[in-house]
């Protein structure tokens, strides 16, 4: 599966450091330390940091202490505690091994340039993701599937299982989260380290264009408009630490949803659909620009499944099973089955998101359920140890000290 800009110190491209062969009878060997730390993804850009280079040196002693140093883009970067832990954790895993250290240094801008090339990509991450584990993107292939209230209500509903939750509201002529939080024009405050706060509702941080024009007000702007303002909602937004940034996509497969691909490569596509076949194979289109562009499919989301009285009887207003077929044939789960009902739009509209107001809802339960399948299906991360500052000492003099893990 698919694997957030401060954030991601990533990886020097550089020569490693060979092994030297154990004499002593251990197991492992540089192979197995290498493909040990395959499993230690960066945060950011759901990479392995052996593909992205980040291993700069790996040493064994006869005793068993390994210690690997590991290239970051900045000195302070904030996720310096997770390649610590997982660096540590998996080498230690091995046979053989007795303490692991764990070391970093920092890349030249040299070194800085080669990466971005590697990467294909302007510049490497300053922060402002550093600390997002889960992006997901919410789109479909047109509009009028309610995409932006199930947006809305997923939020929500994420919070309500305890998670943080942002929303970053990309459908830029669309724009609907802002009036679907109460939030309207409000223009956020910045930072004294020049970086736009969110504006927060019902414990949701949302950003939105709809903060920066008149209310309700037309956007016209061209593909360099858009790719330059998104841009800066990822990389000069103080989203600061969240389990999951919602995307809420514009319809179709246009410019936005393309530049935020760029900009986003670690980041789920949520395909919303309604049951109707019409809306299923405009759906499927939106799962074959994801392909293109390499987002991974996490789910699709069958929403106005039926409608709901408010006495509890269900029509199928717009047919039945288009959700569970597209599912079927992107060989991707259905996450949830979403019925339309009265509150859910009038909640919409007066600012208050429908699981919070009336948690009993046909639709506002429906959505719980897929709030607690998209938890499911998102990868655990490793936990965070206190970062212990250890600057990377010259091989001959390395000690077993810094980050050790002792073996039983």
């Known amino acids: 599966m698919r694997r957030s800009p401060g954030r991601t110190c ?14 002593w009878g251990a197991v492992v060997g540089t192979e197995d330390i290498r493909s040990a730390l395959e499993v230690v993804i960066d945060p950011e850009l759901h990479r392995s940091i052996v593909e992205l280079d980040m291993v700069r040196s790996i040493d064994m002693s006869p005793n068993g202490v390994v210690d690997v140093t590991v290239s970051l883009t900045t000195p302070g970067c904030p996720i310096k505690g997770h390649f610590q832990t997982a660096v540590a954790g998996a080498v230690a895993a091995l046979d053989g091994v007795t303490h692991v250290n764990v070391y970093f240094d920092v890349l030249s801008d040299a070194q800085k340039t080669a990466l971005q090339q590697k990467l294909g990509r302007g510049s490497l991450p300053e922060g402002a993701l550093a600390q997002v584990a889960n992006v997901i ?21 994420l919070i309500a299982e305890g998670k943080r939750v ?31 706060i969110p504006l927060e509702s019902h414990g949701v941080k949302v950003m939105s264009i709809g903060f920066f024009v008149e209310e309700d007000a037309a956007v016209v702007w061209r593909g360099p408009m858009l790719h330059k303002a998104l841009t800066q909602f990822l990389q000069d937004v103080e989203w600061g630490t969240l389990d999951y940034l919602l ?3 514009p319809p179709g497969t246009g410019d936005v949803s393309m530049t935020l691909a760029q900009l986003l490569p670690q980041a789920r596509f949520l395909i919303v659909t309604t049951p109707q076949p019409t809306a299923q194979k405009v759906a499927r289109r939106a799962a074959q620009m994801a392909a293109k562009v390499d987002l991974e499919i996490a789910g699709i989301v069958e929403n106005m499944s039926s409608f709901t009285t408010p006495a509890g009887e ?92 002792p073996m039983a």
């Open 10 to 23: 990533a990886a020097r491209p550089g020569p490693h450091a060979a092994l030297a062969h154990l004499e």
């Open 137 to 157: 993107c919410v789109g479909s292939g047109k509009g009028g599937v309610g995409k932006s209230t199930l947006t809305a209500n997923l939020a929500a509903a």
């Open 166 to 196: 942002g929303i970053l509201d990309a459908d830029v002529w669309g724009y609907s989260i802002p009036r679907m939080y109460g939030l309207g024009a409000t223009r956020p405050d910045v930072s004294a380290a020049r970086k736009i």
């Open 247 to 249: 995307v809420d996509l």
């Open 314 to 405: 269900r029509f199928q207003l717009f047919g039945e099973g288009g959700g569970q077929e597209l599912a079927d044939e992107l060989d991707v789960p259905l996450l949830g089955k979403v019925p339309l009902t009265m509150p859910l739009r009038e909640q919409a509209d007066a600012g208050q998101p429908l699981v919070i107001d009336d948690p009993d809802d046909a639709a506002a339960q429906a959505i719980r359920h897929l709030a607690r399948g998209v938890i499911a299906i998102s990868p655990r991360a490793l936990p965070v140890l206190p970062v212990v500052e250890v600057s990377a000492p010259a091989a001959e003099s390395r000690k077993p000290v810094g980050m050790s893990l």
